[in-house]
T-cell receptor, first 113, second 114 residues
Framework: EDQVTQSPEALRLQEGESSSLNCSYT??????LFWYRQDPGKGPEFLFT???AGEEKEKERLKATLTKKESFLHITAPKPEDSATYLC??????????????FGQGTTLQVKP | EAQVTQNPRYLITVTGKKLTVTCSQN?????MSWYRQDPGLGLRQIYY???????DKGDVPEGYKVSRKEKRNFPLILESPSPNQTSLYFC?????????????FGDGTRLSIL
């Protein structure tokens, strides 16, 4: 069964304290792995797409990496405005040509000044 | 401005009273999808559509219906709502038919079914 697991569920950091969020997946093939940011009362906002193992993407203080089993979202020197819930989602491939997207449960990040 | 618009944003209703949540996108996207978000369960896909008149089930389709008569609209229909459908609902769209490009999300519809 296709599955996406994120850890930790919640993370509290001091401003400037770097850390990583994990997204582990088991799917039949991978057509894409997505990272989204969700602020309270809002819909998810796209951050990155990764398609193959070894790929990396960067944006400001965020860097996403991908292996064959997991993805990491590294946050370098975070600021309070980085506080949000970060969602990982996987578009499975395999033999079926579907439009399914499977989300993890998210990691809620709080950055204190 | 590129956007996905959902209506209503909030709704409190009673068991069994049919309701429709509308979703419209202005980006000419092929793919549209509905999700529900519940505490501890994350976002779960209800239905998706890869093109006009093409719809398919996600992971939690029971109790829901959809239709895609026009490219820009993808309404979610609850014919006989029940309390276990109380949730936060999101509509999303993507430029490719299978949705393997970034999805653009609406701001959500909070449904309470008493």
């Amino acid at each position: 069964e296709d599955q996406v697991t994120q850890s930790p569920e919640a993370l509290r950091l001091q401003e400037g304290e770097s850390s990583s969020l994990n997204c582990s997946y088991t799917v039949s093939g991978l057509r894409g792995l997505f990272w989204y940011r969700q602020d309270p009362g809002k819909g998810p906002e796209f951050l990155f797409t990764l398609y193959s193992a070894g790929e990396e993407k960067e944006k400001e203080r965020l860097k996403a990496t991908l292996t064959k089993k997991e993805s990491f979202l590294h946050i370098t020197a975070p600021k309070p405005e980085d506080s949000a819930t970060y969602l990982c989602a996987v578009h499975p491939g395999g033999s079926s040509n579907t439009g399914k997207l499977i989300f993890g449960q998210g990691t809620t990040l709080q950055v204190k000044p | 401005e590129a956007q996905v618009t959902q209506n209503p944003r909030y709704l409190i209703t009673v068991t069994g009273k049919k309701l429709t949540v509308t979703c419209s996108q202005n980006m000419n996207h092929e793919y549209m999808s509905w999700y529900r978000q519940d505490p501890g369960l994350g976002l779960r896909q209800i239905y998706y559509s890869m093109n006009v008149e093409v719809t398919d089930k996600g992971d939690v389709p029971e109790g829901y219906k959809v239709s895609r008569k026009e490219k820009r609209n993808f309404p979610l229909i609850l014919e006989s709502p029940s309390p276990n459908q109380t949730s936060l609902y999101f509509c999303a769209s993507s430029s490719t038919p299978r949705g393997n490009q970034p999805q653009h999300f609406g701001d959500g519809t909070r449904l309470s079914i008493l």
